[in-house]
């Protein structure tokens, strides 16, 4: 699938895992918060695993490539973030309003204690919760993030690339017809940009802005549960050396690192979901 790459102009080609059978999210309604949609996939009686997705995606976006793997084995459920896709809207976006949100689901779909998978912007919700929730956290896998965002002009200025790429990813993003591609992974494609598009530049800004005040340095020492990092070695957004710091912070956790930038959940979906289902695996 060739795709217009915003910063030059250029043509590039990308393959995206195929969507079909992706189950379609149902709206759940969060009692004082506001409605989400959610998905809610595997045996009921399974241990249940949350995941929570990156900043301007969609939870489904970013974890569909994984659901099948993931399914044979836990209770999985994702939903939207509010400010992303059909999350809650509300009037001001904070970290810890979307780390509240996720035990409001729990609530809601009788999970009295759970696991979570972070990717992005969800792994700092998911270090929020898990510091907040010691009892009901059985497990943590954060992936492609950091602790904290203030160590550096470097890191400072990738965050701040990294917002304004997003916002002219989700306005100059062109699917042109290439002779010969097959229909389903064009329509794969445009199922991606209809997820990432359901986000609006003004929200990825606010939500951009937020992860840069975000920082668990004091307290990620004091998580004692099984966890594990998932590091993406060439991502140009969020340093692997800060994954990996983040990995150093949290007693005994295990480190799974692929060779792949910050879009590895889809992009890179081959290599990067067997690291992500063996991380899964040693916190369980």
């Not at 229909?183 to 445009?190: H, I, N, Y």
């Amino acid at each position: 699938m060739a795709v217009t790459d915003p910063a030059g102009g250029r043509r590039r080609l990308i393959t995206v895992p195929p969507t079909a059978g992706v189950p379609d999210p149902v709206p759940l309604e969060l009692p004082g918060r506001g409605r989400t949609v959610v998905t809610d996939v595997g045996p009921r009686d399974a241990p249940a695993l949350v995941l929570l997705h990156s900043v301007a995606c969609t939870g489904l976006l970013t974890w569909y490539p994984a659901l099948e793997g993931l399914a044979r084995h836990h209770r999985v459920v994702v939903f939207d973030q509010r400010w992303h896709g059909r999350g809650i809207r509300s009037p001001e976006f904070r970290l810890a309003d979307c780390a509240e949100d996720v035990t409001a689901v729990a609530d809601a779909l009788g999970l009295d204690r759970f696991a979570l998978a972070g990717y992005s912007m969800g792994g700092m919700v998911g270090q929020l919760v898990a510091h907040a929730e010691p009892e009901r956290v059985t497990g943590l896998v954060l992936c492609s993030t950091a602790s904290n965002f203030r160590r550096g002009l470097r890191q400072r200025v990738a965050l701040d690339v990294f917002g304004r790429t997003l916002r002219q990813l989700r306005e100059r993003v062109k699917l042109p017809v290439v002779p010969g591609e097959p229909r389903r992974r064009v329509e794969d494609a445009r199922w991606g940009l209809r997820e990432f598009r359901s986000t609006t530049p003004w929200e990825i800004a606010v939500a951009v802005d937020e992860i840069g005040r975000f920082d668990s340095t004091r307290w990620l020492s004091s998580l004692h549960l099984p966890a594990a990092v998932v590091v993406t070695t060439r991502d140009r957004f969020i340093a692997p050396g800060h994954q990996r710091s983040l990995a150093h912070r949290i007693p005994g956790a295990a480190t799974y690192e692929v060779a792949a930038g910050h879009a590895a959940c889809v992009l890179a979906a081959d290599r990067w979901v067997p690291a992500f289902l063996a991380a899964v695996a040693s916190v369980h």
